[in-house]
């Protein structure tokens, strides 16, 4: 089965750019990034922000504009049975458009790679084609899937928090 990502959310002052792979079976049902109620990507970012992200969906998207995040994936559409990674057929993959992303976002100064498979995918499918954009830092950040269990969530905030800049974690600015 073929599946298409969501739109990005994000406004023309997003500074960090957060990149999943692409949408899961839950997430895709639900038209919700990260709908899986054992993913732990509003919790970890929450906590990232001094925010709550315990909220409506439509809040949690005001959130993440007001703290100047946008979030999207890396994968516009592929196919994948079922909801892991791994199972993304790689022949199958088309990249959303960065190059124009990043021309209608220009304060973006960081890209956060939620996993793994977001970090290969970017640095082998986006990277070569992002030109002037290519000079815009990355970070790897351990995956908030539940298929990630094995390291604890004290660690991945430990690492997330380290990630954020301290104007994006602050006050959540209006």
Not at 22 to 49: C, D, I, T
Not at 102 to 129: D, M, Q, S
Not at 146 to 152: C, S, T, Y
């Amino acid at each position: 089965m073929r599946h298409a990502g969501f739109p990005p959310i994000a406004d023309r002052r997003a500074e960090v750019l957060i990149l999943g792979s692409l949408p899961g079976r839950r997430s895709l049902e639900a038209s919700q990034y990260y709908a899986h109620k054992m993913n732990s990507f509003w919790r970890l970012l929450g906590r990232v922000l001094g925010a709550d992200f315990a909220v409506p969906y439509a809040e949690r998207k005001r959130l993440l504009r007001r703290h100047r995040i946008a979030l999207w994936d890396v994968v516009a559409a592929a196919r994948r049975p079922g909801s892991l990674d791994a199972d993304i057929v790689h022949a199958s993959i088309a990249i959303n458009d960065f190059a124009r992303f990043f021309r209608t976002h220009p304060r973006i100064g960081l890209v956060c790679l939620n996993g793994g498979k977001a970090a290969e995918l970017y640095r082998r499918r986006v990277l070569p084609t992002l030109g002037r954009f290519a000079d815009i830092p990355h970070v790897r950040l351990p995956s908030t899937s539940p298929a990630h269990a094995a390291m604890p969530f004290a660690r991945k905030l430990a690492r997330w928090r380290a990630a954020m800049p301290a104007r994006t974690r602050a006050s959540g600015r209006a």
